[in-house]
């Protein structure tokens, strides 16, 4: 059974977390901690009002930590609201900065595009505002915050993604359902399904093994597609609302990679999780409530699980972190805090909209990664109070 430890901290192990909200006051903090909970540095203060903040970013795509600009030195890229910013990992010192065409940027990565030794920084929109359309725009910038080019794309959605796919050793680009090539030029596109419809998340994976990648996609409101690297149309997955799509070797007995989609979570509870083959062949289809995170802890079916954190519909109900198999049974389930209840209903936040209350805290955000330098990926769970650091058994392992 999965072992936990408990930190009450301000902080990720290891990593950074930020807290910030548009409301009526600036709340920036960043901070980096080591295994044992103790800060390494702070920039910024910690949140100490007694009401909930609104949160800024979209998990952890809204930083990276890179060697930007080759000195050997990592730095952290990150989106505040409407701004990029470069911090010195080493002791958090603000190094640059870069004013956004809106405050709707969450996503940030850094990218090869060309023979420089430099990365550059792939960053988009992942809303709309008043003078951009959903998820637009998308800017690539050099490690000195200079603007490469800048693209406005049908459908683009929350999330970018990249990889080398015609292996020329430079990073191929896809924003919304459009591949570019490193310099920006179009590989090729599709339309939107509908007037509204825009990618809410994607995998680049070579799934078969063949040395070339295919590309999964979930569309808002409609079905998935996997596309080969051509951009041609491989399988079309039936969904309600596909929101997530994950890759990984779940399944020992199947070849090659496979890929899990995940329906949108919505009031009325649960929806559908689906696996697949590399062909887009169904191998399983189950009722999942809340999304999924891969994890390198082996199921009894494969190498690969999933960690499930769950909201239930109503705020009385109970916040399940579990640990299951790619067919979604059961296979642990994390000590965490089991209900918010009482800070949606202390904050009046269900007066609100129970849909918004993630917004102001009222659930669990997972992580995956290898905190204590054994070579084995551990679980983190926060609740913006506390950081629960999580193992599995190493006879399940």
Same mark, same amino acid.
């Given at each position: 059974?999965p072992?936990p ?7 990720i192990l ?5 807290? $910030?909200?548009?409301?009526?006051q600036?709340?920036?903090?960043l901070?980096l901690?080591?295994g044992?909970?103790d800060?390494?540095?702070q920039?910024?203060?910690p949140?100490a ?18 060697d ?5 030195k990592?730095?952290?890229?990150l989106?505040?609201k409407d701004?990029?910013?470069v ?8 190094k ?8 709707g ?6 990218v ?17 505002s ?18 490469v ?8 959605g929350?999330?970018?993604?990249? $990889? ?8 191929e &680009?896809l ?15 599709h ?5 509204d419809d825009?990618?809410?998340?994607s995998?680049?994976? =070579?799934? =078969?093994g063949?040395g070339?990648?295919?590309? $999964? ?7 998935a ?7 041609s149309?491989?399988?079309r997955i039936?969904m ?5 799509v994950?890759?990984?070797?779940f ?14 979570q919505v009031?009325t509870?649960t ?11 169904e191998?399983?289809r189950?009722a ?24 239930p519909?109503?705020? =009385?109900?109970?916040?399940r ?6 067919h979604g ?8 805090r089991d ?7 202390r ?5 609100v909209?129970?849909d918004?209350c993630?917004?102001?805290g009222?659930m ?8 204590d ?6 679980? &983190?769970?926060?609740?913006r ?13």
């Open positions: 059974m072992t430890t408990k930190l009450s901290i301000p902080g290891n990593s950074t977390t930020t807290r $910030a909200g548009v409301e009526d600036e709340l920036f903090c901070t901690v080591d044992s909970g800060i390494l540095w920039t910024g203060t949140w009002e007694n009401r909930p903040f609104s949160w800024n970013g979209h998990w952890g795509r809204f930083c990276d930590l890179v930007l600009d080759g000195d050997g990592t730095e952290i890229l989106v505040h701004e990029l910013r911090y010195d990992a080493t002791d958090g010192r603000l640059n900065t870069r004013k956004l065409p809106n405050s940027f969450n996503y940030t990565r850094a090869r595009i060309d023979d420089s030794g430099q990365y550059h920084i792939f960053t988009k929109s992942g809303t709309s008043r003078e951009h359309s959903y998820g637009n725009p998308t800017l690539m910038l050099n490690h000195r915050l200079e603007t080019w800048t693209k406005q794309v049908e459908g683009a929350h999330q970018g993604n990249f $990889a080398d796919v015609d292996g020329d050793g430079f990073d &680009l924003i919304g359902y459009s591949l570019f090539d490193h310099d920006g030029t179009p590989i090729w596109s339309a939107p399904l509908s007037e825009h990618l809410d998340d995998e680049i994976v =070579d799934l =078969d063949d070339e990648f295919e590309i $999964a996609v979930a569309h808002d409101g409609h079905d597609y996997i596309h080969n690297a051509d951009g149309i491989r399988r039936s309600h609302h596909c929101q997530n994950l890759s990984g070797k399944v020992d007995a199947v070849d090659g990679k496979q890929l899990l989609f995940v329906d949108r009031a509870g929806r559908d999780a689906v696996l697949v083959d590399a062909q887009g062949n191998l399983s189950h999942t409530l809340g999304y999924c995170e891969p994890v390198a802890w082996p199921s009894g079916v494969g190498p690969v699980s999933l960690i499930r954190v769950e909201r519909p109503a705020p =009385d109900g109970v916040h972190v579990l640990w299951v198999d790619p049974r059961e296979l642990g389930r994390f000590r965490v209900s918010f209840e009482d800070h949606i209903l904050h009046g936040l269900d007066r909209s129970y918004r993630t917004y102001h009222a669990h955000s997972p992580a995956v990664g290898d905190i330098g054994d070579g084995h990926p551990e679980l &983190l769970v926060t609740d109070e506390s950081v629960w650091v999580f193992d599995v058994d190493p006879d399940r392992r």
